[in-house]
Each structure stands twice: as structure tokens, then as C-alpha cells.
């Protein structure tokens, strides 16, 4: 089992930027995807941004790109989101996940944390 423990949710006005950070412990860091996934109430959990163990590749959704970075740290076993430029549409819980392969399989990843409130104002 590896636990997941996200920070660095907050309020912020439209076009100011929000660092989230994920914390693994358990199972090894090493080996696994990471990604970040969010959702709103009424809506499925939408995926956002996801890295292979080496970090060697990357995947964002469409409509985060050009906006968000995606990075690791495995010395730190820690994930990041650099979130940039903030919409109010980005307001939502933003969950930290992992998966049990190496490479970014969007519908892979089985262990989730308890997830960080990020509310965009305009």
C-alpha cells in the first residue's frame, strides 16, 4: 500500500498561481506514475496532469496546458502542480494519484489521497 498526503491548497484571485505538493509514504516512490486529478460536485473526476517514474513523460489535459507543470522529486518521494494563470473554472478538489506502473496510463492509477481545495476567485 503506499498513502498519499496532499498540500498547498488555498484561495487565490484569477491569474494568480498555487503550488500543490504530494507526499507518498509506504510502498517505494520509485517505479510509479504520479498524477493529479480534480472534481467538482456533480461532476466525474477529471484527469489533469500525470508523469512516468523517470519523468521522461508527461501528460496534461487540454485544458490546463500552456498553464500547469506537472514534476517529481524522488529523493523526496514528492509530487508537484504548478498551477499559473488560475481560471475560476480550476476551482475543485485536486487529488494527488499514483499507479502501479511506470508509464502514464490515465485509467491505471488505484491509490488516491484525501485531496486539497483550490478556490479561484474573480
Known amino acids: 500500500q503506499v498513502q498519499l498526503v496532499e498540500s498547498g491548497g488555498g484561495l487565490v484571485q484569477a491569474g494568480g498561481s498555487l503550488r500543490l505538493s504530494c507526499a507518498a509514504s509506504?510502498?517505494?516512490?520509485?517505479?510509479?506514475?504520479m498524477g493529479w486529478f480534480r472534481q467538482v460536485p456533480g461532476k466525474e473526476r477529471e484527469f489533469v496532469a500525470g508523469?512516468?517514474?523517470?519523468?521522461?513523460?508527461?501528460h496534461y489535459a487540454d485544458s490546463v496546458k500552456g498553464r500547469f507543470t506537472i514534476s517529481r522529486d524522488n529523493a523526496k518521494n514528492t509530487v508537484y502542480l504548478q498551477m499559473n494563470s488560475l481560471k475560476p473554472e480550476d476551482t475543485a478538489v485536486y487529488y494527488c494519484?499514483?499507479?502501479?506502473?511506470?508509464?502514464?496510463?490515465?485509467?491505471?492509477?488505484?491509490?488516491w489521497g484525501q485531496g486539497t481545495q483550490v478556490t479561484v476567485s474573480s
Open positions: 494519484a499514483t499507479a502501479d506502473v511506470p508509464m502514464v496510463v490515465r485509467g491505471l492509477f488505484n491509490y
Open positions: 509506504g510502498r517505494t516512490f520509485g517505479s510509479r506514475a
Open positions: 508523469i512516468s517514474w523517470t519523468g521522461g513523460d508527461i
